[in-house]
């Protein structure tokens, strides 16, 4: 067990756990509805283990996307704590400043989320080594990493320095892909990562998150693709509605 203290808290986890959701509670406010009130959260407790992919399943519109939201602290929450291990610290998302959530971010969870958002002009190669050029690695280092990334992802040559606002879906995709996985995070939250794939393409995607998976990467992630879900997860969390 690893205990730290932080945010006048105590905190306890197994070593083996690397993301810790308790009892999150998240409601929107209608403000074109009179100001109704939308709970979409109730109290949804969650604990990933290092090497483990979760499943966030359920019908459309119970609150997948929400989730995946919270953790990523894109939405402040109405209660309730993600706690991320952070380096060798345990951190509570849902109490930290903006300029430390950026940190948990660019070294402890990325994510992939479903489109990739490009600028004109600004290379595939560049959009790809972004998050380890953040990280100050060095730029030739960062290139041969997305490069190794792009090859495996049959992302052809032709387009590695042209900016991918043309790309096709699945072309965007795999850039927004290879951007995920340029840096080794702990943690991986995952946004359908294979909606706009072929099935070959779909299959080399499988295999690079089950290899980060092998390593001690934690996966979570919304998965429409049965085929998917059953290579890759171990659980399923279930949202009601
Ligand atoms: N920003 C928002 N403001 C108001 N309501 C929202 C907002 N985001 C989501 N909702 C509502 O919250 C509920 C859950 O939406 P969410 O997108 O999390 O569901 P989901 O399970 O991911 O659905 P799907 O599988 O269709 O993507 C829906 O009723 C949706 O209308």
């Known amino acids: 067990m690893q205990s730290l203290t932080l945010n006048h808290r105590s905190v306890e986890f ?69 706690w991320v291990k952070h380096e060798e610290s345990w951190l509570d998302l849902c109490q930290l400043a903006p300029h430390e959530i950026l940190a948990v971010r660019q070294k402890t969870m990325g994510y992939v ?10 290379p595939a190669l560049d959009v790809a080594a972004e998050p380890l050029l953040e990280l100050g690695v060095n730029i030739d280092i960062a290139y041969n990493k997305v490069k190794y990334l792009f090859r495996c992802l049959n992302l052809a040559e032709r387009l590695w320095q042209l900016s991918p606002t043309t790309f096709s879906g699945g072309e965007k995709q795999r850039v927004n892909i290879a951007r995920a996985l340029v840096v080794d995070y702990p943690i991986l939250l995952l946004d359908e990562p294979t909606s706009a794939l072929d099935a070959s ?22 998965f429409h693709d049965e085929e ?12 009601n509605s």
Do not use: W
Request: with cysteine; glycine share 8%.
């Open 14 to 82: 197994p070593s083996q756990v690397l993301l810790q959701v308790e009892n999150l509670r998240k409601s929107f406010t209608l403000h074109q509805q009179g100001g109704m009130q939308l709970s979409v959260l109730e109290g949804v407790s969650l604990t990933v283990n290092a090497g483990e992919c979760i499943a966030l399943s359920g019908a459309s519109g119970t609150g997948k996307s929400t989730f995946m939201r919270c953790l990523y602290a894109n939405y402040r929450v109405d209660s309730g704590s993600v």
């Open 113 to 122: 989320s479903q489109f990739l958002r490009v600028i004109p002009r600004v």
């Open 201 to 222: 393409n779909r299959q080399v995607v499988i295999e690079l998150l089950q290899e980060r998976k092998n390593q001690g990467c934690s996966l979570i992630g919304i």
């Open 228 to 239: 998917v879900r059953s290579q890759l997860c171990n659980r399923e969390l279930i949202f």
